[in-house]
């Protein structure tokens, strides 16, 4: 497993993620903005605050080409406020095609949801969540995905082919406000992951 793509946010407070350089780019995509279920984003949404991901704007969140279709995506995802909603996208299309791994604190649970002109959910489950930071990782292997939070495999999907040559993998923010953030995102080429850290942890303990 290589890493192929990590990033720290580590930048000025306000610097749009379009400007801003990822730690390791191996495919030299950067950071581009995606939307969700047929919101398109504007551009501006996106920024480091406090070294850390931060969205301003519902159904908005960014990605980066990797090139590669079978990869495992991990990130630390912080809340902060009983409403807080995101998600990491993967085999992102458009705005109305794509999956996502859907942490919901808001809704108390979490899901995982292939949008194809409206959300069907492959899988899901009720979570007690807390103020904490959760380490959140996606494993994709062919047709077959699972998804951890907290070190735990909690949702998995196989037998599906929609958008499995997509190759495009991000952050988006669903609902919530500025009161969520991530960190340490990283995605390794090849469905190797879980356990009680995320890829980057693993990445920098071997460094």
Partial sequence: MTVIFSDTFTDTNGTNITSHTPDTDTPGSGWQYIGQIGNTPAGTEVTIQGNRWECSADHTGCGTDTGEVDVTISG???????????????????????????????????????????????????????????????????????????????????GDSYNSTRTIQGITRDAGGTSSHWDNFEIDDGATGGGSEGAFHHYMANQ
């Fill in 76 to 158: 630390d995802w912080d809340t902060t406020n009983t409403g807080d909603r995101n998600s990491i996208q993967f085999r992102w299309f458009s705005n109305v095609s794509s999956w996502r791994f859907n942490i919901r604190r808001g809704n108390s649970d979490i899901r995982l949801i292939k949008y194809a002109t409206g959300d069907t959910v492959m899988d899901s489950s009720a979570y007690s969540y807390t103020t904490k930071t959760y380490p959140v990782q996606v494993v994709i292997s062919g047709n077959n995905i699972d998804c951890y939070l907290d070190g735990v495999l909690e949702l998995s999907a196989s």
